[in-house]
């Protein structure tokens, strides 16, 4: 019995990765309002749920984060609005230093 050819395989494409050192350079990209929130109030929600795993107190977070009213997000996208700015400065003098 003849044997059948080996299947064809895909091959892979790689991809261009940056070079490590520039991104290790690079400045920290600006965290969300959501991000700002949930920093604040992990620990919070970790005391009052100890059993919680790490899932489970991602999901009571966005709950929380959904229900609450824009007036209570404002400091928190402030502080997202800031942290954009400080980022696209850094970028702006990272950019001008990496040409």
Same mark, same amino acid.
């Given at each position: 019995m003849p044997k059948a050819a080996p299947a064809a395989t895909a091959t892979k494409s790689r991809s261009r990765r940056a070079n490590k050192d520039t991104e290790a350079a690079a400045p920290k990209r600006p965290l969300s309002a959501y991000m700002f929130f949930s920093q604040e109030f992990r620990a919070r929600v970790k005391s009052q749920n100890p059993e919680a795993t790490f899932g489970q107190i991602g999901k009571i977070l966005g709950e @929380?984060?959904?229900? @609450? +009213?824009?007036?209570?997000?404002?400091?928190?996208?402030?502080? +997202?609005?800031?942290?954009? +700015?400080?980022?696209?400065?850094?970028?702006?003098a990272f950019g001008k230093t990496k040409a």
């Open positions: @929380m984060w959904r229900n @609450m +009213a824009d007036e209570q997000k404002s400091p928190f996208t402030q502080k +997202a609005q800031q942290d954009k +700015a400080r980022y696209n400065k850094e970028m702006a």
